[in-house]
């Protein structure tokens, strides 16, 4: 049995997602398709532009079988730590192969810098660069950079895709990893009116410009979207935490060590988000690293509260009846806890979850925390 898994955020689903399912069925003649899917937040530090339970729907409509939650906690992680716990959670699962998609669409280059990471050449050239006072993401860059003579490593999925190679070596490196090439749109470009397939970034720019997007994703979102969230959302909670917080308080928050909180409190008096980011970028800290310690700081989400990124439970948030057929089968050999509906009596990682769905609520005034507790989404 061919058991496929993807990793998606789906932020909003578009055309080129749906061409991702397609093509990824088409090369491994899946039996049952399984996604791990970011909840309420993104991994480049955000809130979704939508519900996780809207995705949930929109992602069994667009073919897929089984929608597994990735926990928010892990989905604001770096990109190694997004991609190994993705990846143990379809590891968990049973699945047999993984596709991912990429600006190049060929998997040995990405397969030769992922062998390269695995080095102590390679592990020296990012200390040096660390030393040197850049980020890691960027040490990382440099030192493959040093190493090979290609650029596979810089473009967004590709950086996505070698960590997912890495994940699947040191989990389990019996699950066959292919790659199908992104057309059309890369990560970042905005709306070409003229294809079918866009970016997630250009969709929401041109849907908070007030112009349509109907063309550019399936009639089931077009239809479903009133309002995206997005961090402006929250600029006057931020602001006001930024300047509320001392040092001592900021250090007991994740991702704050080595002096970052002393940068954020040189920030305090940033009079917008945009501004705040212009303060805090730097050689040290990319943006994106800074977004995500902003979210762990909205969130408070203490460091003595992620403890580990050991695969905790498994959390349904939606299947069909495939998916139901499939998961009954497994569902007895699972080695971690199988959650279809919460409990009183929970993990403290979903108690985390149950946070950040509060708190994504205070952008529109919605009531999505009461649909933590309803039964799993069944089409």
């Known amino acids: 049995m061919r058991v496929l898994g993807i990793v998606v955020e789906y932020n909003p689903l578009h055309y080129g997602h749906v061409h991702h399912i397609e093509e990824s069925k088409k090369i491994t003649g899946a039996d049952v398709v399984i996604a791990v899917m970011s909840s309420h937040v993104v991994q480049r530090g955000e809130f979704s532009c939508v519900d996780k339970f809207t995705?949930?729907?929109?992602?069994?409509?667009?073919?897929?079988?089984?929608?597994?939650?990735?926990?928010?906690?892990?989905?604001?992680?770096?990109a190694d730590i997004f991609a190994l716990t993705s990846i143990q959670i379809l590891n968990a699962l049973g699945v047999t192969d993984i596709v991912?998609?990429?600006?190049?669409?060929?998997?040995?280059?990405?397969?030769?810098c992922a062998e390269i990471m695995r080095t102590d050449a390679f592990?020296?050239?990012?200390?040096?660069?660390?030393?040197?006072?850049?980020?890691?993401?960027?040490?990382?860059?440099?030192?493959?950079?040093?190493?090979?003579?290609?650029?596979?490593?810089?473009?967004p999925n590709n950086i996505l895709g070698i960590q997912y190679l890495q994940s699947i070596h040191k989990i389990n490196p019996n699950i066959k990893a292919h790659v199908i090439k992104r057309v059309d749109?890369?990560?970042?470009?905005?709306?070409?009116e003229t294809k079918k397939i866009q970016s997630a970034s250009g969709l929401r720019k041109r849907f908070k410009a007030g112009k349509p997007i109907a063309n550019y994703v399936p009639s089931y979102v077009a239809g479903s979207l009133s309002h995206m969230v997005d961090m402006h959302d929250f600029e006057k909670i931020i602001l006001y935490l930024l300047r509320s917080h001392t040092q001592a308080s900021l250090n007991s928050i994740f991702s704050f060590e080595a002096g970052l909180e002393n940068l954020f409190l040189s920030a305090e008096e940033a009079s917008s988000l945009e501004n705040m980011y212009k303060h805090l970028?730097?050689?040290?800290?990319?943006?994106?690293?800074?977004?995500r310690a902003i979210m762990h700081m909205l969130l408070d989400i203490k460091?003595?509260?992620l403890t580990s990124f050991d695969l905790p439970?498994?959390?349904i948030l939606g299947m069909d009846n495939?998916?139901?057929?499939?998961?009954n089968s497994i569902k007895k050999d699972l080695q971690v806890p199988l959650i279809t509906k919460l409990k009183r009596e929970r993990h403290p990682y979903l108690d985390i979850e149950l946070r950040i769905t509060r708190i994504f609520d205070l952008a529109k005034n919605t009531r999505h925390y009461l649909q933590e507790f309803d039964p799993v989404i069944i089409l």
Do not use: M
Not at 322 to 327: E, F, H, S, V
């Open 303 to 305: 460091k003595t509260e």
């Open 123 to 155: 592990d020296e050239k990012v200390r040096n660069y660390l030393a040197e006072g850049y980020s890691y993401p960027s040490s990382t860059d440099l030192a493959l950079s040093d190493l090979t003579a290609a650029n596979d490593h810089q473009l």
């Open 322 to 327: 495939k998916g139901q057929t499939y998961l």
């Open 281 to 291: 970028i730097s050689k040290r800290y990319t943006q994106s690293k800074l977004k």
């Open 313 to 315: 439970y498994l959390r």
């Open 55 to 78: 995705k949930t729907r929109w992602a069994l409509k667009a073919g897929i079988d089984l929608v597994v939650e990735l926990p928010g906690i892990f989905a604001l992680q770096s």
């Open 100 to 112: 991912f998609g990429s600006e190049t669409g060929e998997l040995q280059p990405l397969r030769t």
């Open 185 to 192: 749109a890369q990560y970042y470009d905005d709306v070409d």
